[in-house]
């Protein structure tokens, strides 16, 4: 089995920035691919950003494109999402995702169905 969880959500005013961070931890984990996705009220859960094992590929959805930062530490089993330039529509529960994978792999995954490892998210609230 594996462990993922998020932290780092929170309020903040529009134009600020978050930081969110995920730990994934578990011998079923000893590579994966990470994911960043988000649920805001009466909405599907849509995919924020994506990075593959080696950090070397990302994903971007086109509403954060330019704003948020995907990457990740595997030394330490962590990966961030930096969150700048923060809108009220980022308004949402952000959940970190994990699939494993094979250590060299580089693809990126931006369906949900694909990840095997949910944490239990974390609000993010832009609000004035």
């Known amino acids: 089995q594996a462990h993922v969880a998020e932290s780092g959500g929170g309020l903040v005013q529009p134009g600020g920035s978050l930081k969110l961070s995920c730990s994934a931890s578990?011998?079923?984990?000893?590579?994966?691919?990470m994911g960043w996705f988000r649920q805001a009220p009466g909405k599907e859960r849509e995919a924020v950003a994506a990075?593959?094992?080696?950090?070397?590929?990302?994903y971007y959805s086109d509403s954060v494109k330019g704003r948020f930062t995907i990457s990740r530490d595997n030394a330490k089993n962590t990966g961030i999402l930096q969150m700048d330039s923060l809108k009220p529509e980022d308004t949402a529960i952000y959940y970190c995702?994990?699939?494993?994978?094979?250590?060299?792999?580089?693809?990126?995954?931006?369906?949900?169905?694909?990840?095997?490892?949910w944490g239990r998210g974390t609000q993010v609230t832009v609000s004035s």
């Open positions: 990075i593959s094992w080696s950090g070397g590929v990302t």
């Open positions: 578990g011998r079923a984990v000893s590579a994966y691919a």
């Open positions: 995702a994990a699939k494993s994978v094979y250590p060299n792999s580089i693809n990126v995954y931006t369906n949900s169905g694909m990840y095997d490892y």
